[in-house]
């Protein structure tokens, strides 16, 4: 069974700064893996998605990387705004048809 | 693009009472999922259709949660009857499937549920 753990839980830095988020998943064999970005109160809004066949992708000021083998990935985000606080959530699907498994989520804070 | 629709935004309801929640997903696509997410964890898969057939309804509660989607379009979400624990918001999302798609999952702006 497919486990997905996103380290750490809570994050604060000061505006500027540039910060890695990870997220780790038991079952190497995955589809593909999907960065979101959660709002208070709100939907999940898709940030990245990486194929299994991809290393990493870029959108803007972030970069999201993939270690089948290791089963991990990190989202960078270059240049912390405030905007940026929110909550991220990685989510892993382990085979094609199969469904997607999330994470808890890293609660992130930048402080202007 | 119009994205994932979902009905109500927000129900307060008192427990052992019934309630649904609608979700209308992106044209053309014919996954669709509903997410049980409970304050400070990540969502967890309820059930999931593609067109109007359920391809994974383990972790969703049958005794008192159902869930359909006849025309292979829109979904409703019911809880009857509710307990204290089912609040929490539930989420709508959908999917392109089909080769050559990513599996990217879009989701609507969710229904928060609050049983007292």
């Known amino acids: 069974k497919q486990e997905v753990t996103q380290i750490p839980a809570a994050l604060s830095v000061p505006e500027g700064e540039n910060l890695v988020l990870n997220c780790s998943f038991t079952?190497?064999?995955?589809?593909?893996l999907q960065w979101f970005r959660q709002d208070p109160g709100k939907g999940l809004t898709s940030l990245l998605l990486?194929?299994?066949?991809?290393r990493e992708q870029t959108s803007g000021r972030l970069n999201a990387s993939l270690d089948k083998s290791s089963g991990r990935s990190t989202l960078y985000i270059a240049a912390s705004q405030p905007g940026d606080s929110a909550t991220y959530l990685c989510?892993?699907?382990?085979?094609?048809?199969?469904?997607?498994?999330f994470g808890p989520g890293t609660r992130l804070s930048v402080l202007p | 693009e119009a994205g994932v629709a979902q009905s109500p935004r927000y129900k307060i309801i008192e427990k052992r009472q019934s309630v649904a929640f609608w979700c209308n997903p992106i044209?053309?696509?014919?996954?669709l999922y509903w997410y049980q997410q409970i304050l400070g964890q990540g969502p967890k898969l309820l059930i999931q259709?593609?067109?109007?057939?359920?391809?994974?309804d383990s972790q969703l509660p049958k005794d008192r949660f159902s869930a359909e989607r006849l025309k292979g379009v829109d979904s409703t979400l019911k809880i009857q009857p509710a307990k204290l624990e089912d609040s929490a918001v539930y989420l709508c999302?959908?999917?392109?499937?089909?080769?050559?798609?990513?599996?990217?999952?879009?989701f609507g702006p969710g229904t928060r549920l609050t049983v007292l």
């Open positions: 259709f593609q067109n109007n057939g359920v391809v994974d």
């Open positions: 989510a892993v699907k382990a085979n094609y048809g199969q469904n997607f498994v």
């Open positions: 044209s053309g696509h014919a996954t």
């Open positions: 079952d190497s064999a995955i589809y593909n």
């Open positions: 999302a959908s999917s392109l499937v089909g080769q050559g798609a990513r599996n990217e999952q879009f």
């Open positions: 990486i194929q299994s066949s991809q």
